[in-house]
């Protein structure tokens, strides 16, 4: 049974930096895509960033502010938060796919990945 955790999750002043850290049990494919997503309060799941082997997609609003890895010995993904805004306050999914295999373009729509943590809240104040 695929268990994703995450943590790094905090309060932090618009400018500042947080490291979210998700680890993945009983999920061994290491070349499938692993991602991050968000959710504010009314809205819809909104991708964040995804990566695979060879791969690394980020969404327009987190382009060289957050940076995603992943360590496939510690199974554990990776967000690196830099620069936050509060428009970046949300609770901060990982997400992780399954067996069937879809376009690298689809790699931040949340329909496509099965398995999901419970959340990490971020929240950012100006």
């Known amino acids: 049974q695929v268990q994703l955790v995450e943590s790094g999750g905090g309060s932090v002043q618009a400018g500042g930096s947080l490291r979210l850290s998700c680890v993945a049990s009983?999920?061994?494919?290491?070349?499938?895509?692993m991602a991050w997503f968000r959710q504010s309060p009314g809205k819809e799941h909104e991708g964040v960033a995804a990566?695979?082997?060879?791969?690394?997609t980020y969404a327009d609003s987190v382009k060289g502010r957050f940076a995603i890895s992943r360590d496939n010995v510690k199974n554990t993904l990776y967000l690196q938060m830099n620069r936050l805004t509060p428009e970046d306050t949300a609770m901060y999914y990982c997400?992780?796919?399954?067996?069937?295999?879809?376009?690298?373009?689809?790699?931040?729509?949340?329909?496509?990945?099965?398995?999901w943590g419970q959340g990490t809240q971020v929240t950012v104040s100006s």
């Open positions: 009983g999920y061994t494919d290491s070349n499938n895509y």
């Open positions: 990566i695979r082997t060879g791969g690394i």
């Open positions: 997400a992780a796919r399954g067996s069937v295999a879809y376009s690298d373009s689809w790699s931040l729509v949340p329909a496509t990945y099965p398995y």
